[in-house]
């Protein structure tokens, strides 16, 4: 038994390793550099008096209280593996050796902490165990799902190992009823010519011979009694002196392969033949057309704006629109066959991809209205703006791609969204979305609609107009641009289709859509009853607090005041349905008292001035649908602005960041003055009034927790225990409420994970200072 004297706690700061020695509490009471350096600050001096939690995580906290709980208990010296994870996100592993000092009266009074860094050695051992599992599992599985054969023999050609196909092609059932064989073997097996065998040997030799890899092709004949052709790679094996001992075969069945060049150099003259023919009937019979077609567009158009009677309108419209339907179709037939017969070189040029898709967008505008279309515009927050591609290739695809989902879906939505699937420094692989709710496309015709002139309705029907060849040019274009053009459709439901292209980026800065700073700080609630639309936004929204909701949820949060206060922006769709949007935003308006909240509506361009230039509009700026992610900034900016810098004029409030706050309580009278004082300091407050509603309130994370500890149907203490277990929020403040709180009663509370205490009836004062402790 050790007994430890005041001078006898001094470490000195200059021994090595880390030694340091703390009080039963866990107060550190000296310690070496080492320990100052680990802990980040500035001496040992700096680490007296201050607990081991001031620099641990919880999470690595709680093992190493037990360890010295253990310790204490059991009062023998010894080492624990731990992790020593810090607030900084550093992360440890020490092998920790204790000991304990006692008093002369024999009562522990100190420990003593003797830590070694295994950090690296324990990173290491699971490095190489797992490179080790990993390479075995890698061999067996090569071998086992090399494609064709796979084998290799020793310098007398004996088969030292093969892949089971090896095995079978001989006749044989398995890969080790081979080992052991030669060639000769297997010749007699399969009674061989003497020329196959000496053909495999003379190839084997030279390998073995010349320690050189070749690559020949090679006839054999197997059980079934046929001749097959094999492209076989023989590469000599190599022990560490330098010397050969064997050989390694890889062989690939090239028979179909030999088969069909033969007959696709017979039928490649031919074919080039006829398709110049059709090709170059096709661009003659389109260019001749082209001519005629823009004539009685011209002439339609200019009868549209001379004085003619208005039964004559529909007339002049309806020849305009079949014009520009004839002339589509013509336009179309023209791009497939320069497709065809043009291959010459891609001229790349920096373009900007997000300004491309809006601009294809706007010229679509008037065809998605009429048909009562939502278009939808996402994009990731890594889109790039500028690349380099085909802009003409590239606005081709989107441009068909946009125009089948409009041609298709009557009503409903249609997204157009960009992800990003690979980001590197020089280049980004950029998946283009676009999904509509159309009439969907059946199974079985899935894999035909990319073939040129298919269409899933006969033109006779009118249901549908075109001739089958815009989706057959996005995927050729989609192809001449090195991407894939895919599918995804259900009948009734609606199709996808993703173009994956790879782009080179036009700067080597990473010209990602930059957020503008300014927003940042910004809190933005959008109510809009549009799925998808809502989702765009929140990805869009350049800030990091933003939350999105139908109007009905929106309505019901507000008459419980559970919303609209902790947000210092909103933007509002014109078209929800649970309230008239200037109804909500008047009810915003009169509820914030603290000042008058900015707010944005969302139209369509005909509404754009009717909204703002009503005399009692409560909003100050629009967004105008289809909403251009590009322009989100642009409309935003001056009324952040206008809002934020008023803000900055006012008196700031005690408490400047809203607080999430859960009150678990059952007595009414309390709940009503807990939840008014709290909404005096401007927090965001939920109430459970028993142990059961606030284990399900508990799966939203809040910034602080009240709990009473007298509930109705279980214990407070039960209930913060299966908190700090169970729920997002294991590590939020929770403070205690009871009415008195004895030295046992805290110690029950400490161990149950409460963090401080609160005594009934609390005072404004009391609150004051814990939410600002715990701000």
């Known amino acids: 038994m050790l007994s430890l004297h005041a001078e006898m706690t001094h470490i000195h700061p200059h021994l ?77 592993v020490f092998l920790s050796q204790y ?45 086992t799902h090399l494609a064709d054969h796979v084998f290799w023999e020793d310098r007398e050609g004996r088969v030292l190992g093969c892949n089971d196909q090896q095995a079978i092609n001989v006749g044989l059932k398995k890969a080790e009823d081979l080992v052991g064989k030669t060639i000769d073997d297997i010749a007699h097996l399969l009674k061989w010519e ?87 009937f096709i661009a003659n019979i389109s260019h001749d057309l082209r001519t005629p077609l823009h004539t009685m567009l011209g002439i339609a158009e200019l009868l ?181 053009l895919s599918v995804n459709s259900q009948l009734g439901i609606g199709t996808t289709f993703s173009c994956t292209i790879t782009f080179i980026l036009a700067n080597t800065t990473m010209d990602y859509f930059k957020l503008e700073n300014e927003f940042l700080d910004a809190d933005i609630l959008i109510i809009d009853d549009h799925a998808k639309r809502r989702e765009a936004l929140l990805r869009q929204l350049p800030c990091k607090k933003k939350l999105a909701l139908t109007s009905e949820k929106a309505v019901d949060l507000f008459a419980e005041k559970k919303v609209f206060f902790s947000h210092n922006l909103i933007i509002i769709d014109s078209e929800i349905k649970a309230i008239q949007p200037e109804a909500l935003a008047k009810l915003i308006h009169f509820c914030n008292k603290e000042s008058i909240l900015p707010m944005l509506v969302l139209v369509s361009k005909m509404q754009n001035n009717q909204i703002l230039s009503h005399p009692n509009s409560y909003f100050q700026q629009y967004l105008s649908k289809p909403i251009q992610p590009t322009e989100i900034n642009h409309r935003l900016a001056p009324t952040w602005k206008k809002w934020r810098e008023s803000q900055q004029r006012r008196t700031h409030k005690p408490i400047q960041h809203a607080l999430s706050v859960l009150v678990v309580e059952d007595e009414p009278l309390i709940q009503k003055f807990t939840r008014a004082i709290l909404i005096e300091f401007g927090c965001d407050v939920c109430i459970a009034k028993n142990g059961q509603e606030a284990l399900l309130q508990s799966q939203r994370q809040f910034n602080l927790i009240f709990m009473d500890i007298g509930l109705p149907d279980m214990s407070g203490l039960d209930v913060t225990q299966w908190i700090r277990s169970n729920s997002n929020n294991k590590t939020t403040p929770i403070i205690a409420l009871t009415a008195h709180v004895s030295e046992e009663d805290k110690a029950r509370c400490l161990n149950a994970g409460v963090n401080d205490f609160l005594t009934k009836p609390a005072s404004y004062a009391n609150f004051k200072k814990l939410l600002v402790k715990y701000r």
């Open 194 to 280: 003497p020329h196959l065998t000496e053909n495999l040997r003379r190839n084997d030799l030279k390998v073995m011979h010349e320690n050189k890899i070749i690559t020949v092709e090679e006839e054999v004949r197997w059980t079934e009694g046929t001749n097959r052709t094999y492209l076989s790679k023989k590469a000599p094996l190599i022990d560490e002196e330098g010397q050969c001992i064997g050989m390694l075969g890889l062989a690939f069945d090239i028979t179909e392969q030999k088969i069909i060049e033969t007959q696709l150099r017979e039928a490649k003259e031919q074919a080039e033949i006829t398709n110049i023919a059709k090709s170059n």
């Open 304 to 484: 549209q704006i001379k004085q003619h009677y208005p039964e004559q309108e529909d007339l002049i419209e309806g020849i305009i629109q079949s014009g520009q339907s004839l002339l589509q179709l013509v336009e179309q037939i023209l791009q497939f066959s320069e497709l065809e017969s043009r291959h010459e070189d891609i001229q790349f040029e920096n373009l900007d991809l997000r300004q491309l898709i809006e601009n294809i967008i706007l010229e679509h505008v008037g065809k998605i209205k009429s048909k009562n279309i939502d278009l939808i515009i996402s994009y990731c927050e890594n889109t790039p703006h500028l690349v380099k591609s085909n802009a003409q290739y590239l606005r081709r695809i989107i441009c068909n791609l946009i125009g089948n989902s409009i041609k298709f879906t009557q009503g409903g939505y249609i997204l157009v969204a960009v992800e990003t699937v690979e980001l590197f420094k020089d280049r980004a692989t950029l998946q283009i979305i676009v999904e509509d709710t159309g009439i969907g496309i059946a199974s079985h015709e899935i894999q035909h609609i990319f073939e040129r002139f298919y269409r899933s309705d006969p033109s006779y029907t009118g249901k549908h107009k075109g001739c089958g060849l815009g989706l057959a040019i996005a995927k050729q274009l989609t192809e001449r641009l090195d991407g894939k």
């Open 16 to 92: 090595p390793g880390y030694l340091f020695c703390m009080n039963l509490q866990g107060i550190i009471q000296s310690a070496t550099n080492a320990v100052s350096e680990l802990f980040s600050v500035s001496s040992p001096d700096a680490l007296l008096n201050r607990h081991l939690g001031d620099f641990l995580t919880a999470t690595s906290l709680t093992p190493i209280t037990e360890h010295h709980q253990w310790l204490i208990n059991s009062r023998q010296p010894q080492s624990f593996e731990e992790i020593w994870e810090l607030h900084d996100h550093r992360r440890y």
């Open 99 to 143: 000991s304990l000092f006692y008093s002369a009266e024999g009562t522990v009074i100190a420990i003593w902490v003797n830590a070694t860094d295994i950090t690296a050695i324990k990173n290491n051992l699971q490095h190489v165990t797992e490179e080790k599992k990993i390479t075995a599992l890698y061999l067996k599985n090569i071998v």
